[in-house]
C-alpha cells in the first residue's frame, strides 16, 4: 500500500491536480479555499506536497484533500487517484462480481415484496406521494424492505454469507444480529449494463417510524468500496442525447424519464463529481435542483463547473420536481422552465444593438433585442468537439498535460467564444488540425486530431428592435437616411449564429458573446441562443382597464342623433377634433386622418359573403402638394400610436423596401426591407412617386398575395402582410390643380395594376386650407380635454391587431349593404379604367375592408369585447366618407369617369347611329364604286394601330379624302392619333365586336 501512495504522489502534481481539476486559481502557492467562503487566499501549497488553509485551518497532502472534497473513505481515495495514473489498486475482500450478485438477490426480493397484498397500502402511499406510475415502478424495479430481519432470512435461503452480506453493505451487524440496512424504506436501484449497481433509499409516508432516519431522508449504499457511486442515473442516455436535465434525486429523475424527458440524476446536491464532467463535453445542459436554500446553491455549483450550463427554476419554495409534476404542470410548462433557464454567466442587457462596438463589452456575453433581416445562404460548420491522442504522453514534461493524465487520449470541447471555434468555420482541414494541435499541447508535438462533432453557424444580418424608424436628412451630405427614435441610422450588423433555422422578419432576444472576427477585425455578435420575442400587440389582452378605453372611443364618436351608431361622417368631428388639437396640431384634415385611422384598424383577414378574405390590411395612398403636412400627420401618430415605421422612397434604392441581393466572399444574401419587416404591422412610404422601379416591381407580389419570394441568386420568402400608407407629391414638381381632374395625378406616379391594389386614395392641393387657419396662433385655439390620449387609441389598435377572422361579424344584411354599396360606387367611379380606384370587380371586398377598419376604429362589438361587429351603419358612413373624397375638386374622379364613360362606353343608342351614318356612307360609295368607308373599317379590324401613309395607300385614297373620313370616326371617339400614327379606342373596339356579328353589314 505505502509503495501505492508513493507512486500516486510521485505522478502527480498536488497543486497541478487541484488546479486542473477543481479550477482553483493561483495566485504563486495560494488560491481561495473551497473548504470554507474565502475572500482571500489562504490556502497554500508547501514543496508540491502538502497544504495549510490559515483561514479554516484544513490541512493534509493530495489524499487527503481528494478524499475530503470528495467525501471518500480513503480506499475509495486510493482506488480513484490510482486509476487516473494508470496504476490498479487491490484489497483484500468479496469481489466485485459476487457483490453484483449480491445486489441482483437483494433487488428482486425488495421489488416482489412491493406487490404482496399485505403491502397495497404501501404501494398506493409511494405512488400518490412521488407521482410514479405502476409501470415505472415495474420498469426500475423499485422494491420495498420491509422488517430488518427479512431481508437476512432470504439471504440464508440463497445460500449468501453473513461476511458477504455486511460487504455488500446490505447487512448491518448490530446487538440483534444482522439486520437490512435499507429497512422500513422504498429501495430504489441504480443500472448499469441491465444490472443493479448501486441502490438507494428513503422513508415514504406510512412506514414503520425510524429513529435513525427521518421521513423523505435518503439512505445510500455503503459497500467495502467495490460498488462505488460513480456515475449518472441513468448516464446510458449520454451518448444519444444532446440536450440532459441533471436533476437531485432518484425520484426526480424517474419522474422526469417517465414523462420523456432526457434527465440524468445524482443522489443529492453534494453527490456530483468533479471528474464527471468529462462525461458531459459538448453537451447542453441544463440543472433542475430543489427550489431550496441547498438545491440552489448545488446547482450553482454545478453551474460553475460546467461552463454553458442552465439553472432550471422550479416555481414554488421548496419544490422538487416531482412536486412541479404532482400538482399537475405538464410537460410542455416544463419546457417553459427550460426555455427561460438561467445561463452560467449573467448576461449584459444592451438597449442597441451598435452598443456592441463599445470597447468595454469586448468579449462580454451581452443580450440585446434584434430583428433578422436576412441571412447568408450558406450555413457553415464549426467544430464543437474533438478527440486528441499522443503517443508519447508517458515522457511529457508537463505537469498539468491532459493527454498524460489521461494515458494519452482525451475529448476536449470548444467553447463558442474561443478564437479557435469561430476561425474553424471558414477554414481547410489542415488549418483546423494545425490551430487544435497547438492549442492542446503546450510543446506542439504531433498529436493525433479527430472531429467528433461539428455544429452549424449561420450568417445573420440583423438591425435593433426599436419603436419605429423614419427618414432624416442628414445636414452634412444632405442624404436621406433612416433613423430610430434615437436618431441612430437604420443599420444591418452581420452576426453569427450558432444554430440554424432562425426566422427572417422577427424579434429575437440574442444572447451571445461580443467578438472581433478574427479575420475580417469587424466587430461582430457570436450568438448562442436566440429567444423569439412577442410585439407589443400580441401581448394585448381585454382587461377591465381595456375595456374602459374602448368605451371612451365608444362615447367620443357617437352622439344621440345617430345611437347606436353613427350614419354620418360628420358625426366623427369631436374625435378628429380631439387628436387634431392634442396630437396630430393639424386642422381641417379630417379625411386623411380618418384615412390613416382606418389603415391602423384594419383586419389582416376575415370572412365575407361565405368567403375567406385573406388581405383584410388596408393600403391607403394620399397625393398632395408640397407642404401639406403628409409626413407631418403620419409620424405624429406613428407617435402617439408607438407603432409605424416610415421609410423614403428617396433612399429604397439603398435599403430596399422589399428586399435587396448582397453579394460578399461568402456567398450571396437576401436582407428583407422594411415592408416584410413591418409584417401584421403598419409601414408608411414617404415620396412614394420616386420610388424605384424596381422596388415597385417588387413590392407587387406582397401586396397581392402577401408574400414575397425571391427565386433569383438567393432563394427564401417572407411574410408581407403589411398595412401600408404611402404619401407622394405630383410628379416633376406639378401641384395638384394643374390637373383638370386631381385624379390623374396618380396615373403619373403608378401604373394602372398597382393603383387598383389601393384601397383608397386621397388627394390635397395647397389651395384647401386658408392662410389664417394656418398662421393662427395654437394657444389661441379653444382646446378641450383630451379624451383619446395614447393608451386609449394604441388599446383600440392593438385590439383590432389581435382580432381572429371568425371574431369579425358580418351578418347577411351588412353583406347586402356592402354589395347594393359596391353597385352603386361602381356606376358613379367605375368607367375610370385607367385610374382602376372602383374597379366593379374590386369594390365589393375594398368596400368589406373598409366597413371592417371603421367598425374596430369605433370600438363597435358586443358584451363580450371579443367581437368586431361590422354594422350597416358603418358601410353607410364608409360610402359617406368615398364619394365625399373622390367626388372632391382634389380628385373630381366621378367627372373625370363621366368623361372616360363617354369616351369608352358604347351605348346602343350610340351604336345604332353609328351603324345609319357609316351604312349609309358605304351605300353612297358603292354607288359610286369606291368602298372607302368598307375597306377604312375593314382596315382597322386587322390593325391596331397604322401610319396615315400606310392607311392611304392601302385604301387607295389621297390623304385629303382620308382626313374627311378620319374626322368621322373622331368625332364619335373612335379614333385618336400620335406621332406613331392613328390607333383605335376602347369605343372602336366594341363598335367593331358588334359590326361582326350584325347582318346588316354584308363584307
Known amino acids: 500500500m505505502k509503495e501505492l501512495i508513493s507512486e500516486i504522489k510521485k505522478r502527480l502534481s498536488l497543486q497541478g491536480y487541484l488546479e486542473t481539476h477543481y479550477q482553483l486559481q493561483f495566485n504563486g502557492k495560494q488560491c481561495l479555499c473551497p473548504f470554507h467562503k474565502d475572500n482571500n487566499p489562504s490556502l497554500t501549497i508547501y514543496e508540491d506536497r502538502s497544504f495549510y488553509c490559515f483561514g479554516c485551518g484544513e490541512k493534509g497532502d493530495l489524499i487527503s484533500f481528494v478524499s475530503k472534497i470528495e467525501k471518500l473513505d480513503f480506499k475509495a481515495t486510493i482506488d480513484k487517484l490510482a486509476a487516473e495514473v494508470g496504476l490498479k489498486a487491490s484489497f483484500n475482500g468479496t469481489s466485485k462480481t459476487s457483490i453484483q450478485s449480491i445486489l441482483s438477490i437483494a433487488v428482486d426480493f425488495y421489488h416482489q415484496n412491493i406487490f404482496k397484498p399485505e403491502n397495497a397500502g404501501y404501494l398506493q402511499a409511494l405512488m400518490q406521494e412521488t407521482g410514479l406510475s405502476k409501470e415505472t415502478i415495474v420498469r426500475f424495479k423499485i422494491g420495498l424492505a420491509g422488517d430488518s430481519s427479512l431481508l437476512t432470512e432470504h439471504f440464508k435461503s440463497m445460500k449468501v454469507s453473513v461476511k458477504d452480506a455486511i460487504v455488500s453493505g446490505l447487512g448491518v451487524r448490530t446487538k440483534e444480529g444482522i439486520v437490512d440496512y435499507f429497512a422500513f424504506r422504498t429501495v430504489f436501484p441504480l443500472w448499469r449494463d441491465g444490472k443493479p449497481w448501486f441502490l438507494t433509499a428513503r422513508r415514504i409516508a406510512g412506514a414503520t417510524p425510524d429513529k435513525h432516519y427521518e421521513q423523505g431522508k435518503y ?337 367620443t364618436v357617437t352622439n344621440e342623433l345617430s345611437f347606436p351608431y353613427p350614419e354620418s361622417f360628420d358625426s366623427l368631428a369631436e374625435y378628429f377634433k380631439d387628436i387634431g388639437l392634442n396630437v396630430t396640431k393639424v386642422y381641417e384634415r379630417d379625411p386623411v386622418l380618418f384615412g390613416m385611422l382606418l389603415v391602423y384598424h384594419s383586419c389582416l383577414s376575415f370572412y365575407f359573403n361565405k368567403e375567406y378574405v385573406h388581405r383584410g390590411y388596408l393600403e391607403l395612398v394620399v397625393v398632395g402638394d408640397s407642404g401639406q403636412a403628409k409626413t407631418h400627420m403620419f409620424n405624429k401618430l406613428a407617435d402617439f400610436v408607438g407603432v409605424g415605421d416610415l421609410v423614403s422612397g428617396l433612399s429604397s434604392s439603398r435599403t430596399g423596401i422589399s428586399y435587396s441581393l448582397v453579394q460578399d466572399t461568402n456567398g450571396w444574401s437576401i436582407k428583407w426591407g422594411l415592408l416584410p419587416l413591418n409584417s401584421r404591422k403598419l409601414l408608411g412610404i414617404d415620396e412614394a412617386g420616386v420610388i424605384d422601379k424596381l422596388d415597385l416591381r417588387q413590392m407587387s407580389q406582397g401586396r397581392s398575395e402577401g408574400v414575397i419570394k425571391v427565386d433569383r441568386i438567393a432563394n427564401g420568402e417572407a411574410e408581407c402582410r403589411t398595412r401600408t400608407i404611402f404619401l407622394a407629391n405630383p410628379r416633376d414638381n406639378r401641384i395638384i390643380d394643374e390637373w383638370m381632374y386631381g385624379c390623374e395625378s396618380l396615373r403619373d406616379l403608378f401604373e394602372a395594376p398597382d393603383i387598383r391594389r389601393f384601397d383608397f386614395a386621397i388627394f390635397l392641393s395647397a389651395s384647401d386650407i386658408k392662410k389664417d387657419l394656418i398662421n393662427r396662433l395654437f394657444e389661441g385655439i379653444e382646446r378641450k380635454e383630451q379624451k383619446i390620449d395614447c393608451d386609449v387609441i394604441r388599446t383600440s389598435v392593438f385590439w383590432t391587431w389581435t382580432r381572429k377572422p371568425h371574431q369579425i361579424l358580418i351578418d347577411s344584411k351588412v353583406t347586402q349593404a356592402i354589395l347594393d354599396a359596391s353597385n352603386h360606387l361602381a356606376d358613379k367611379f367605375g368607367a375610370a379604367i385607367n385610374i382602376p380606384l372602383c374597379n366593379p370587380a374590386d369594390l365589393r371586398l375594398k368596400i368589406a375592408r373598409l366597413s371592417v377598419a371603421y367598425a374596430a376604429l369605433r370600438c363597435s362589438t358586443d358584451e363580450t369585447f371579443e367581437n368586431i361587429v361590422v354594422t350597416e351603419g358603418c358601410v353607410h358612413t364608409i360610402v359617406e366618407f368615398l364619394e365625399k373624397i373622390y367626388s372632391h375638386q382634389n380628385c373630381s374622379l366621378d367627372k373625370y369617369a363621366e368623361v372616360q364613360k363617354q369616351l369608352n362606353i358604347l351605348s346602343e343608342e350610340e351604336y345604332q347611329e353609328i351603324k345609319t351614318k357609316i351604312l349609309a356612307q358605304i351605300h353612297n360609295e358603292e354607288e359610286k364604286e369606291r368602298n372607302t368607308t368598307k375597306e377604312l373599317i375593314k382596315t382597322f379590324m386587322v390593325h391596331n394601330r397604322i401610319k396615315g401613309v400606310d392607311l392611304s395607300e392601302q385604301i387607295d385614297v389621297s390623304k385629303d379624302y382620308l382626313s374627311e373620313k378620319i374626322r368621322f370616326l373622331r368625332r364619335y371617339n373612335l379614333l385618336d392619333s400620335d406621332n406613331r400614327g392613328y390607333f383605335k379606342k376602347p369605343k372602336f373596339v366594341k363598335f367593331l365586336r358588334r359590326v361582326l356579328d350584325d347582318s346588316d353589314f354584308e363584307w
Open 219 to 555: 439512505k445510500h449504499l455503503r459497500t467495502n468500496e467495490l460498488i462505488v457511486l460513480d456515475q449518472f442515473v441513468n448516464e446510458e442516455i449520454i451518448e444519444s442525447q444532446n440536450d440532459l436535465i441533471i436533476t437531485e434525486g432518484i425520484t426526480d429523475t424517474c419522474m422526469a424519464i417517465e414523462r420523456g424527458l432526457p434527465a440524468i440524476g445524482v443522489l443529492g446536491v453534494s453527490a456530483f463529481k468533479q471528474d464527471w464532467k468529462k462525461r458531459l463535453v459538448g453537451k447542453n445542459i441544463f440543472i433542475c435542483f430543489d427550489n431550496d436554500e441547498p438545491g440552489r446553491e448545488g446547482a450553482k455549483r454545478i453551474q460553475a463547473l460546467l461552463k454553458g450550463s442552465n439553472i432550471i427554476r422550479l416555481p414554488e419554495e421548496g419544490m422538487d420536481l416531482s412536486d412541479f409534476f404532482n400538482k399537475g404542470h405538464s410537460v410542455d410548462e416544463f419546457n417553459a422552465l427550460l426555455k427561460s433557464a438561467e445561463p452560467d454567466e449573467k448576461p449584459i442587457e444592451l438597449g442597441h444593438l451598435l452598443d456592441i462596438e463599445d470597447p468595454k463589452y469586448d468579449s462580454k456575453l451581452v443580450s440585446v433585442q434584434i430583428i433578422i433581416v436576412g441571412m447568408n445562404s450558406n450555413a457553415f460548420h464549426a467544430t464543437k468537439k474533438y478527440r486528441a491522442t499522443c503517443n508519447y504522453y508517458y515522457d511529457c514534461k508537463v505537469e498539468a498535460c491532459h493527454l498524460k493524465m489521461n494515458e494519452g487520449t482525451e475529448v476536449f470541447s470548444l467553447d463558442h467564444d474561443s478564437r479557435e471555434f469561430i476561425n474553424s468555420c471558414q477554414a481547410t482541414d489542415l488549418m483546423i488540425i494545425g490551430m487544435l494541435r497547438s492549442k492542446t499541447c503546450a510543446i506542439q508535438r504531433k498529436i493525433k486530431i479527430d472531429i467528433q462533432e461539428k455544429v452549424t453557424l449561420q450568417e445573420l444580418f440583423a438591425i435593433p428592435k426599436v419603436i419605429r424608424f423614419r427618414p432624416v436628412e442628414d445636414p452634412d451630405t444632405k442624404e436621406i437616411k433612416l433613423m430610430d427614435e434615437n436618431r441612430r441610422e437604420y443599420k444591418e450588423k452581420k452576426l453569427f449564429y450558432v444554430g440554424f433555422n432562425a426566422a427572417t422578419s422577427t424579434y429575437y432576444n440574442a444572447i451571445g458573446y461580443v467578438k472581433t472576427h478574427p479575420r475580417t477585425q469587424a466587430i461582430t455578435l457570436l450568438i448562442n441562443k436566440l429567444v423569439p420575442l412577442n410585439d407589443d400587440f400580441q401581448e394585448f389582452q381585454i382587461s377591465e382597464k381595456a375595456k374602459e378605453h374602448m368605451r371612451i372611443v365608444q362615447k
